[in-house]
């Protein structure tokens, strides 16, 4: 008895694990509060030689309680205006007052400033492209010299188990933990399709076809929830559940490339014919998939990460506090994936066991 008990703990421990994954990123991905940010400021454009009130909003911040709060406009790595004076209304508000040159040092008739917020309490915050400065005159020499530079130095760091704010993703980026996660998923449950065509064109066994069918099922079910996580995503985010990004043009391309693997199946009466030619065409479709979704959006402009030129999964997207849960969440869903094909694969046994009675 204690033998067949380890026995089947040894056979199916991934399920658990794949539970316990699961579970752990549910509840650290939306457990884990967001670190301190800035939300959105006020004006967002002004002209040069003026001097104005910026009043910034924060997210989860605690202006109130952190000591000195500084703030600063930075045009660059190297140069910054730092704020004449800053009021703190509340812990959410705050007010800086700013003077700007009458010329500045770029040859841009428009140029965009960062800013940069730092407390004892909350550290540093950032805002890229906060306030964007309209120059009456372009003359890069007279901003030179009319430059005064504020260095950015001395910035609080606080740590705490957060996830970063991000500019316009704010809360939406926990769906970073279900959103990509389970495009991993499906890429590998088609890596496992294709592997098993592979394997009944080479020994001819029905149990491998069988086995091709089950994970490309599960493997459209993560494609559809991956589509539907990033719709949703999208909305917040780009203001649109449908964009016409070429990242989700493509893959509703290729999506539809693997709805007809199950049409071509349909079509053949033959179990060894369906099976034969249905490999084929698993193998062609997984073909496809690697260059619609990973190679094309490389090559074009896109709004997702990862696209024209931009590395994904670099310090921008993920953080290491982010790489605690997301690692975890790709393998989650993956065996979760791989944990539904098995069941898919053994009903169809049982039907066609039952169909032979």
């Known amino acids: 008895m204690f033998i067949k008990e380890k026995n089947m703990i040894g056979k199916h421990w991934w399920k658990a694990l794949s539970v316990l994954l699961l579970l752990y990123v549910l509840v650290a991905g939306l457990a884990v509060p967001l670190s301190p940010g800035i939300s959105k400021v006020s004006p967002g454009s002004v002209r040069t030689g003026e001097a104005f009130t910026l009043e910034a909003t924060g997210y989860n911040s605690r202006y109130t309680q952190g000591g000195l ?136 066994e029905l149990d491998s076809d069988h086995k091709a069918e089950s994970f490309t099922r599960a493997g459209i079910l993560f494609g559809l929830l991956g589509l539907a996580t990033g719709a949703i995503w999208a909305k917040n985010t780009w203001g649109a559940y449908w964009s016409g990004d070429v990242k989700q043009n493509m893959t509703a391309i290729a999506l539809l490339i693997y709805f007809a693997y199950f049409v071509l199946r349909a079509v053949f009466e033959d179990p060894e014919k369906k099976a034969r030619i249905s490999a084929v065409y698993n193998i062609f479709a997984f073909a496809t998939l690697i260059p619609l979704i990973y190679v094309i959006p490389r090559l074009t402009d896109s709004l997702h990460p990862g696209s024209g030129g931009n590395p994904a999964f670099g310090s921008e997207d993920l953080d290491n506090t982010m790489r ?17 094909a098995n069941l898919l694969f053994r009903i169809e046994r049982i039907r066609l066991w039952m169909m032979e009675r």
Do not use: C
């Not at 730092?118 to 540093?124: C, L, N, R």
């Open 324 to 340: 605690l849960v997301f690692y975890p969440a790709v393998i989650g869903w993956t065996l979760l994936g791989f944990w539904m």
């Open 69 to 204: 709060v500084r703030a600063w406009l930075k045009l660059d790595d190297e140069r910054a205006l730092g704020a004449r004076s800053v009021e703190v209304a509340d812990d959410r508000t705050l007010r800086a007052v700013f003077h700007i040159p009458e010329y500045l040092p770029v040859n841009r008739k428009v140029q965009d400033f960062s800013l940069v917020i730092d407390s004892e309490g909350d550290g540093a915050s950032v805002l890229p492209s906060a306030v964007f400065v309209t120059q009456d005159s372009i003359d890069p020499e007279m901003g030179q010299k009319s430059w005064v530079n504020t260095p950015i130095d001395n910035l609080h760091e606080k740590w705490a188990m957060a996830f970063p704010f991000r500019n316009i993703l704010g809360e939406t980026i926990r769906n970073t933990y279900f959103h990509v996660p389970m495009w991993f998923a499906m890429l590998f449950l088609f890596i496992a399709s294709a592997a098993y065509s592979v394997r009944y064109l080479r020994k001819g």
